[in-house]
């Protein structure tokens, strides 16, 4: 039995793999190589069928995704945590907006799950969101908030309540509030945890 060696070298240098010509430092796919020589950070090789060949492609960033190609390295990011549910003794992040005097406070939704805040007396509020859930998701956050009662709360013009009517909050107390963004109508709804906890 003769054997044949897949690899030829001509009497010009010319070398060729299976029959294939050898150019440079490119071996082909079919050849047992990538096809490719150059690359940029993050890329990777796909298989693509339409050529027989393996393609370069690099992973995009999506909704709520953030993807950062380095140098030999791919990392992605969540913009918020998406939980599908809660395990028993889960625990939830807090984070204080202080206290607040005048003007606008906006409240990140992909900060945190509790949110604290002191209202001073005679104090007018104007609440934001942002950062809302992507299409198909929603979310609740909770609100803790001291003497809310003393001070007058703005609501977005996109927050609904139970029976069309803000809560009377405390003027000199805790109450707890849920705000829970409705994917539906793309609306925040309030919702009355507790008033003047004790």
């Given at each position: 039995m003769?054997k044949?060696?897949?690899i030829?070298v ?17 071996l ?11 690359y ?5 090789l ?5 050529t027989?060949e393996?393609s ?5 960033s ?5 993807i ?9 990011a ?9 395990a028993?003794g889960?625990?939830?992040k ?6 607040l005097?005048?003007?606008?406070t906006?409240?990140?939704?992909t ?5 604290t ?9 104007t609440i ?16 803790r908030?001291?003497n809310?009662?003393g001070?007058?709360?703005v ?8 029976n069309?009517t803000?809560?009377?909050l405390t003027t ?9 963004y409705?994917v539906t ?9 507790g008033l003047n906890i004790g």
């Open positions: 003769t044949t060696n897949p030829n001509s009497t010009t240098g010319a070398v060729s793999f299976n029959g294939t010509a050898f150019v440079g430092n490119t082909s796919a079919v050849d047992g190589g990538t096809g490719q020589t150059s940029t950070n993050g890329q990777l796909i298989g693509n069928t339409s027989g393996l370069k492609a690099t992973i995009s999506g909704t709520n995704v953030s950062t190609n380095g140098t030999g390295t791919i990392s992605a969540l913009a918020y945590p998406v939980v599908s549910s809660l028993q889960e625990k939830l807090v984070s204080s907006l202080g206290t005097t005048t003007g606008t906006t409240i990140d939704l900060a945190a799950q509790v949110f805040a002191t209202i001073t007396a005679a104090a007018t509020i934001a969101f942002s950062n809302a859930p992507a299409a198909g998701e929603s979310q609740i956050v909770l609100l908030l001291t809310a009662g001070g007058t709360i609501w977005p013009a996109s927050t609904k309540f139970a069309a803000a809560p009377i000199s107390g805790v109450d707890m509030l849920g705000v829970y409705d109508t793309t609306t925040y709804i309030v919702i009355v945890v």
